[in-house]
């Protein structure tokens, strides 16, 4: 079984043909009210865990809702937060260009990722590295899909819908990339808030977007690796 996971370190984990790509750390909503960046008045994102009680759910209904909103997504762009179980937080910025085209810029990690519709990579400028595989060998598979559909190539674990959010939560059919993956969406209008990742690595890490804005046209090139870009991320292995 390839495993593939975002690891809670930096480094960068090559098995065979498999890749890594590693959220970072994060603390839990009271944990991160005491880091230096809680103190700068910069937002933890949303508390682990729904706050209020669930709401009854058509199943049927559910999927062709979130899936209808999903494809009709053209772009997200917006800042983020993420934490994780090993109490490290980072902050940066996301670019969603539908369907499978991302960029992830943080402000503090020498990282960046980029997906360029088939693969992704990772750019480590301090390592001088960059490491790339297929998107569909690591869990970012489940969002950047051609065409969103919560009932094909992936398992459907659960829709939990509360007052305020919904959260989606899938895993994969072949069991090749470990954890859950759990899609959050904003409720009574439908936004995109992002996602958790919980798997026996990293435990269970966050990634919250703020002040998202949908639509905006997003030039091509910052969905591209260029050779002038390598050359000054890094190598390739």
Do not use: C
């Amino acid at each position: 079984m390839k495993s593939v996971f975002l690891a809670s370190s930096m480094a960068l984990i090559l098995t065979g043909a498999a890749f890594s790509l590693a959220p970072l750390s994060v603390a839990d909503e009271l944990e991160a009210a005491s880091t230096p960046e809680a103190s700068l008045g910069v937002e933890t994102g949303a508390p682990a865990e729904p706050t209020s009680e669930p709401v009854p759910v058509d199943m049927d209904a559910e999927i062709r809702r979130l899936n209808k909103f999903v494809r009709s997504i053209r772009s997200i762009e917006g800042k983020f937060v993420q934490t994780a179980e090993n109490g490290r937080l980072e902050t940066g910025t996301f670019y969603w260009n539908r369907p499978a085209k991302l960029r992830i810029e943080y402000d503090q990690s020498p990282l960046l990722i980029v997906a360029d519709g088939r693969n992704i990579a990772q750019i480590d400028k301090d390592l001088e590295t960059i490491d790339q595989v297929r998107i569909s060998w690591t869990p970012y598979k489940f969002l950047l899909r051609r065409k969103f559909d919560l009932t094909r190539g992936m398992d459907l674990v659960g829709i939990q819908k509360m007052p305020h959010e919904t959260r989606v939560t899938v895993r994969d059919p072949d069991e090749e990339i470990d954890g859950e993956f759990t899609l959050i969406f904003a409720e009574p209008e439908l936004a995109f808030l992002g996602w958790t990742w919980t798997n026996p690595f990293d435990g269970q890490v966050d990634f919250i977007l703020r002040d998202a804005v949908e639509g905006n046209k997003l030039a091509a090139s910052m969905f591209v690796i260029r050779e002038e870009e390598r050359r000054r991320g890094g190598r390739r292995r």
